[in-house]
T-cell receptor
Framework: EDQVTQSPEALRLQEGESSSLNCSYT??????LFWYRQDPGKGPEFLFTLYSAGEEKEKERLKATLTKKESFLHITAPKPEDSATYLC????????????FGTGTRLKVLA | NAGVTQTPKFRILKIGQSMTLQCTQD?????MYWYRQDPGMGLKLIYY???????DKGEVPNGYNVSRSTTEDFPLRLELAAPSQTSVYFCASSTRDRTYGYTFGSGTRLTVV
């Protein structure tokens, strides 16, 4: 069964304390992996798309990487405004719009 | 540029009532989607549309209906509301190119009592 698991469920960091969020997947034929940021009471906001193992994308303090079994979202020197829930989703065969979303990592960055 | 606009933001329904969740986008995206988000669960696809006049079921379509008469609008209809439909509903849109992901609305929080 296709599955997406994000860890940890929640993470508290001090401002400036770098860390990584994990998204592991078990799917038969990855067609793309997506990272989103979701603020409380808001819809998810698109961050990155990764297609193949070894690919990396960066945006400000965020860097996403992809291997054959997992993706990492690295947060370098985070600030309180980086506090949010980070979601990953994978697109799998079986339907053009067949996406599986993880349950997210709730990140809190303390000043 | 408003993006994806959803109304209402909050709604309380009684069991058996019906309602329509509105969604409109101004980005000329052909693809639109309805998701529901429940605590501890990933987003689940309810219905999607690849263009005006074309809709299809997602993972959890039971109890819902959609229509797509224009490119801009994609309303979601709940018939005979049930407590299991208590959730946060998100509308999203996209181009065919996956590179840019989805643009989501800010959601409708629905409670069925």
């Amino acid at each position: 069964e296709d599955q997406v698991t994000q860890s940890p469920e929640a993470l508290r960091l001090q401002e400036g304390e770098s860390s990584s969020l994990n998204c592991s997947y078990t799917v038969s034929g990855l067609r793309g992996l997506f990272w989103y940021r979701q603020d409380p009471g808001k819809g998810p906001e698109f961050l990155f798309t990764l297609y193949s193992a070894g690919e990396e994308k960066e945006k400000e303090r965020l860097k996403a990487t992809l291997t054959k079994k997992e993706s990492f979202l690295h947060i370098t020197a985070p600030k309180p405004e980086d506090s949010a829930t980070y979601l990953c989703a994978v697109q799998v065969p079986g339907g053009t719009y067949k996406y599986i979303f993880g349950t997210g990592t709730r990140l809190k960055v303390l000043a | 540029n408003a993006g994806v606009t959803q109304t209402p933001k909050f709604r309380i329904l009684k069991i058996g009532q019906s309602m329509t969740l509105q969604c409109t986008q101004d980005m000329n995206h052909n693809y639109m989607y309805w998701y529901r988000q429940d605590p501890g669960m990933g987003l689940k696809l309810i219905y999607y549309s690849v263009g005006a006049g074309i809709t299809d079921k997602g993972e959890v379509p039971n109890g819902y209906n959609v229509s797509r008469s224009t490119t801009e609008d994609f309303p979601l209809r709940l018939e005979l509301a049930a407590p299991s439909q208590t959730s946060v509903y998100f509308c999203a849109s996209s181009t065919r190119d996956r590179t840019y992901g989805y643009t989501f609305g800010s959601g409708t929080r629905l409670t069925v009592v």
